[in-house]
T-cell receptor
Framework: DAKTTQPPSMDCAEGRAANLPCNHS???????VYWYRQIHSQGPQYIIH???NNETNEMASLIITEDRKSSTLILPHATLRDTAVYYC????????????FGTGTKLQVIP | DTAVSQTPKYLVTQMGNDKSIKCEQN?????MYWYKQDSKKFLKIMFS???????INETVPNRFSPKSPDKAHLNLHINSLELGDSAVYFC??????????????FGEGSWLTVV
């Protein structure tokens, strides 16, 4: 019942920008876009989230299209430690959300 | 200093046994969760507690019983373990409830194998 679609896998050269796309064409007005990642054998780690505007933090940038039906997570200078599964999640604000993480995108950073 | 810690990290047990996984968070958060990640890597919420009160109880067999003695602890007890219970169980916590502008901190996971 995931509301997002992501490519199953991507490769990125070390030092280059990694651009991870996510489609969320059924997103509603009060739903946020969240990105988490899961490095092998570890728990998921929060990266970034946004509603309408593009967002940037020390880890990544989030670009949300004007119609909000898709977004892109950008890791500006990918390192080997960024190899992980990246999950794009949409979730409403407030209340109790029964969120399921989908299968995500397996990003492999290549030396 | 681990923010969300859960024990044991690995657990191998026989069918029919009863086992517990313990979780503690030192972040001062009010909300704690249990998630299950199955073999297909889907991560689904099982339970959510806010200040020791059960908030979310997904469609989980009643063999699974969470217990929150205080808001820093949320333990998961599983009775009569079945093969299908084999999975990775993640404990998590957050300051607010759910995802709304909120960061959820996950533990390292507990790998449960039922044989």
């Amino acid at each position: 019942d995931a509301k997002t679609t992501q490519p199953p896998s991507m490769d990125c050269a070390e030092g280059r920008a990694a651009n991870l796309p996510c489609n969320h064409s059924t997103i509603s007005g009060n739903e946020y876009v969240y990105w988490y990642r899961q490095i092998h054998s570890q728990g998921p780690q929060y990266i970034i989230h946004g509603l309408k505007n593009n967002e940037t933090n020390e880890m990544a940038s989030l670009i949300i299209t004007e119609d909000r039906k898709s977004s892109t997570l950008i890791l500006p200078h990918a390192t080997l430690r960024d190899t992980a599964v990246y999950y794009c999640i949409v979730s409403p604000s407030g209340g109790y959300q029964k969120v399921t993480f989908g299968t995500g995108t397996k990003l492999q950073v290549i030396p | 200093d681990t923010a969300v810690s859960q024990t044991p990290k690995y657990l191998v047990t026989q069918m029919g046994n009863d086992k517990s996984i313990k979780c503690e968070q030192n972040l001062g958060h009010d909300t704690m969760y249990w998630y299950k990640q199955d073999s297909k890597k889907f991560l689904k919420i099982m339970f959510s507690y806010n200040n020791k009160e059960l908030i979310i109880n997904e469609t989980v067999p009643n063999r699974f019983s969470p217990k929150s003695p205080d808001k820093a602890h949320l333990n998961l007890h599983i009775n009569s373990l079945e093969l299908g219970d084999s999975a990775v169980y993640f404990c998590a916590s957050s300051q607010l409830q759910g995802f709304a502008g909120n960061t959820i901190y996950f533990g390292e996971g507990s790998w449960l194998t039922v044989v």
